[in-house]
């Protein structure tokens, strides 16, 4: 297997929201990790210069990098969303981030109007316009509730914003699965630049990883016969930091095999 990939493990910051940035980042270094997705509930608010340097440098002194800025902007939510993506460009920006996680709008794709599919639409192609006049990426959450909620439609989505700077993240859906899981990865995997590295089943229920090697495995094989993409620890087992080394540990075996 690829042996960038075992240089694009990393870690969501939201996994543990309870902790201070300062030992989110120890617990990441510690564990083996070298990415971070920061999250802009808690730990990196894009309204707080302060937090903003702060956690910069608590990356930069565990030698790891920050991947990604992990907002939860909605395209096409109001009138006021391009003006606030501006706000979390900056942050990310602050941060040393090259990419912003956002999310497509509040409705899933099944039930939205003509409308609803325009306004987020467009309001997603004005931020890539404005993440890529500052050198960033932006990359929609795949989930429920969202107009990326399936593969075929984040595809659609993605073709109808039409612009480079976008791309998708990817998570295996809730109870799908894992042969449906890994087919929809296949459909959209040129689009994806991250993807959410958890095992649940059934429904939320937590499991340590290799509960799930029978769908990561294959996941990995076939992420590895494509462009680099950043595959990043999230909701760990009773969001208990303790077990990040050995989940991160599980990883990086299957990664080497």
Known sequence: MSPTLRDRIGLCSVTFRALPARQVAE?????GLRLVEW?????APPRSADALRQVREETAARGLTTC??????????????????????????ALGAARIR????TEGSAGASARTRANVTASLREAAEIA??????????FHSGTLADTPAATVRLLDDVGHDA??????????????????????MLERVSAIHVFSWWPGQTRLPLPERERLWRPV??????????????????????????????????????
């Open 27 to 31: 617990d990441a270094a510690a564990a």
């Open 39 to 43: 999250g802009a509930d808690v730990h």
């Open 68 to 93: 990604s800025y992990g907002s939860y902007w909605r395209a096409g939510q109001d009138t006021a969303g391009t003006a606030d993506f501006a706000v979390v460009a900056a942050a990310a920006e």
């Open 102 to 105: 956002v999310w497509a709008g």
């Open 132 to 141: 890529a006049s500052r050198g960033l990426s932006v990359a929609l959450e």
């Open 166 to 187: 976008l791309s998708t993240y990817w998570q295996p859906p809730v109870d799908e699965p894992d042969d449906r899981a890994l087919h929809g990865l296949s459909t």
């Open 220 to 257: 990995l094989d076939l992420v590895a016969g494509t462009r680099p993409v950043d595959l990043l620890l999230e909701f760990v087992p009773d969001d208990d930091p303790a077990v990040l080394p050995r989940e991160t540990a599980t990883l990086l075996r299957w990664l080497g095999s």
